[in-house]
T-cell receptor
Framework: EPEVTQTPSHQVTQMGQEVILRCVPI?????FYWYRQILGQKVEFLVS????????KSEIFDDQFSVERPDGSNFTLKIRSTKLEDSAMYFC?????????????FGSGTQLSVL | AQTVTQSQPEMSVQEAETVTLSCTYD???????LFWYKQPPSRQMILVIR??????QNATENRFSVNFQKAAKSFSLKISDSQLGDTAMYFC????????FGKGTKLSVKP
């Protein structure tokens, strides 16, 4: 089965630094998502992206966050100035359609640790 | 706002036995979808089963089945003939627009 690939699997950064989390969605998918999971808490929706623009974002996705599809294969999440509370597992997902029953394919996640 | 609640942080079951994981949700919508995702130690999120709210028939996928009670807003997952490879975190999720997850249940299958 095709896979969503995320790199790196674990990233450590200093508070205030910028980080970029990378994802390679499944090649024929059109809809892309970022979720995050703080340790011991729920998996939370951050943002969805379609046709080179954000289609929806949550309250968590403030001005410190941005997403980009810089080429035909990568989908990135940038955090401009990391805070301690940004420490979490970040999951990328993609789907071929946006219908509500459509299966989202998730990557294995990037564990971000902000020190 | 929609919420998803999984009241069992951890569960264990003997190999070959049956286990049921609970999930309740809250929504004012009538047309939505429900999912169970599995997250093994590899951390990948794998879709186990999905249910459409307008369908009364409970979904089944091999050893996995759901008990969907729309009026009670309940969506439990039953795993029959549990296998060691079923050991994982299990997340219940609701989708009206975006996917909303519960906090998960850690299932351990013991030999």
């Amino acid at each position: 089965e095709p896979e969503v690939t995320q790199t790196p699997s674990h990233q450590v950064t200093q508070m205030g630094q910028e980080v970029i989390l990378r994802c390679v969605p499944i090649s024929n998918h059109l809809y892309f998502y970022w979720y995050r999971q703080i340790l011991g808490q729920k998996v939370e929706f951050l943002v969805s992206f379609y046709n080179n623009e954000i289609s929806e974002k949550s309250e968590i996705f403030d001005d410190q966050f941005s997403v980009e599809r810089p080429d035909g294969s990568n989908f990135t999440l940038k955090i401009r100035s990391t805070k301690l509370e940004d420490s979490a597992m970040y999951f990328c997902a993609s789907s071929s359609f946006s219908q509500k029953n459509e299966k989202l394919f998730f990557g294995s996640g990037t564990q971000l640790s902000v020190l | 706002a929609q919420t998803v609640t999984q009241s069992q942080p951890e569960m264990s079951v003997q190999e070959a036995e049956t286990v049921t994981l609970s999930c309740t949700y809250d929504t004012s919508e009538s047309n939505y979808y429900l999912f169970w995702y599995k997250q093994p130690p590899s951390r990948q999120m794998i879709l186990v089963i999905r249910q459409e709210a307008y369908k009364q028939q409970n979904a089944t996928e091999n050893r996995f089945s759901v008990n969907f009670q729309k009026a009670a807003k309940s969506f439990s997952l039953k795993i029959s003939d549990s296998q060691l490879g079923d050991t994982a975190m299990y997340f219940c999720a609701f989708r009206f627009r975006n996917l909303i997850f519960g906090k998960g249940t850690k299932l351990s299958v013991k030999p």
